[in-house]
C-alpha cells in the first residue's frame, strides 16, 4: 500500500502577492516579531493629529464668531463630536494606508519609520480590521453630529470623506499615486474639516471659516508634500507617482514654502478685524526654520544601489563595496 503523502501548503511564498514579504523570503531574513502595543501606537502616527484637531478647533472658533460669541451647551458636545470624529478618521486613514502601501510592497523602498505590515510585524488582515474599526468608530460620531444638527445631509459629506480616506491608497487605481493627494488633502483637511465644524454648530459658513479652512488646508498640504519629497526617489522606484515625483525636487521644494507662508497671509487679513490674531505670528519662529530646512535639506538618494549592497552582504558575508568619493570620481573621469 502506498503511503500516504503529506499535503503540501498552497501557493508559492515567493510569489506572494505581499512584495514586502516576498523580498525578504527571497533573501533569506528571518521572520520578524509580532507587534506590541508600542508598535500598534507608532502604527497611529500620533505626530500626524493636530493635523485632526487643528481644524475643528478652527472651525468651533468660527462657529462661536457667527454665534455672538455665544458656546452653548450643545454646540460643545457637537464641537467634542467634531474632534472624536476627525480623530478617529485621521487614525483610520493612517491604518489604511499602512495596510494598502504594505501589500503593494511600496513600504519597501520608503525611508521613514517603518509600518506594521511593509515591516511584517502585524499581519495585512489585521491592520485592515483595525482601520475599518476606527473608519466604523468615526461613522458612528458623524451619524451623532447629523441627529444632533438636524442637518441630514453630513451623512453624505461623511461616507464622502470615509471613501476619501480608503482611496487615498487602496483600490485598484489610488488618486494618491495619481499625483491628486495634496488636492484631496487641501479640500478634505482644510475645506470641509473646518466649514463643516463651524456649520454643524452654527448653520452658516461665515467669512471667518472659509479663510481658516485655507490656512488648515494649507498646512496639512504641506505636510503631506514634505513627506513625498522625503520618499521622493524611492516613490518612483515603487511606481508611486505621487505630485513630488511628478514636478521634482525644487518645485516641490518651492510649493512646500507657499503653503506655509499662504496662512499667514489669511492671518494678515485677518488682523484687520481681530487684533489679537498677531500674536499667533510668533509660530513663525517654527514656521520658518521648517521652511528653511525643506529648501535645503537633501533627500536620500541611491536607494537601489543600497538595497543591493544589503543582499550582497547577507548572501556573501562580504562587505559591500566602497563607493568612490567625489575626488575619486573626478580623478576617473579626468
Not at 111 to 127: D, M
Not at 180 to 193: H, K, Q, S, T
Not at 301 to 322: E, Q, Y
Amino acid at each position: 500500500m502506498a503511503q500516504k503523502q503529506t499535503k503540501k501548503p498552497k501557493g508559492n511564498p515567493s510569489k506572494s502577492g505581499n512584495p514586502a514579504l516576498r523580498g525578504r523570503i527571497e533573501q533569506g531574513a528571518p521572520p520578524r516579531r509580532d507587534a506590541n502595543a508600542r508598535d500598534w501606537i507608532a502604527g497611529a502616527r500620533l505626530r500626524t493629529l493636530p493635523l485632526a484637531i487643528a481644524p475643528v478647533a478652527l472651525g468651533t472658533s468660527a462657529a462661536y464668531v457667527a454665534n455672538s460669541f455665544v458656546w452653548s451647551l450643545e454646540n460643545r458636545v457637537i464641537a467634542a463630536l467634531c474632534l472624536v470624529l476627525a480623530l478617529f478618521l485621521q487614525i483610520g486613514v493612517n491604518y489604511a494606508n499602512d495596510y494598502s502601501d504594505g501589500v503593494r510592497g511600496t513600504d519597501r523602498h520608503r525611508v521613514g519609520p517603518g509600518r506594521l505590515v511593509g515591516s511584517q510585524l502585524a499581519k495585512p488582515r489585521t491592520v485592515l480590521t483595525v482601520a475599518l474599526v476606527f473608519f466604523a468608530l468615526a461613522a458612528a460620531a458623524g451619524v451623532a453630529i447629523t441627529v444632533l444638527s438636524g442637518h441630514w445631509w453630513f451623512l453624505a459629506v461623511g461616507a464622502a470623506s470615509i471613501v476619501a480616506a480608503w482611496f487615498y491608497t487602496g483600490g485598484k487605481r489610488p488618486y494618491g499615486y495619481m499625483a491628486l493627494g495634496e488636492l484631496f488633502v487641501f479640500v478634505f483637511f482644510g475645506l470641509v474639516a473646518v466649514a463643516g465644524t463651524t456649520y454643524a454648530q452654527a448653520d452658516t459658513v461665515n467669512f471667518e471659516a472659509w479663510a481658516l479652512a485655507v490656512a488648515a488646508g494649507s498646512f496639512a498640504t504641506a505636510v503631506l508634500l514634505a513627506n513625498n519629497l522625503r520618499d521622493i526617489e524611492q516613490d518612483r522606484e515603487a511606481g508611486k507617482r505621487t505630485l513630488s515625483v511628478l514636478i521634482g525636487s525644487a518645485a516641490t521644494r518651492a510649493l512646500y514654502g507657499v503653503l506655509m507662508a499662504l496662512p499667514y497671509g489669511v492671518l494678515v487679513v485677518l488682523g484687520f478685524f481681530y487684533t489679537g490674531t498677531g500674536f499667533v505670528f510668533f509660530t513663525l519662529l517654527l514656521a520658518l526654520p521648517a521652511i528653511v530646512i525643506t529648501a535645503t535639506a537633501r533627500t536620500a538618494r541611491s536607494s537601489s544601489w543600497c538595497s543591493a549592497s544589503r543582499a550582497s552582504r547577507r548572501s556573501s558575508g562580504r562587505s559591500a563595496p566602497r563607493r568612490p568619493s567625489r575626488s575619486e570620481r573626478d580623478g576617473i573621469t579626468r
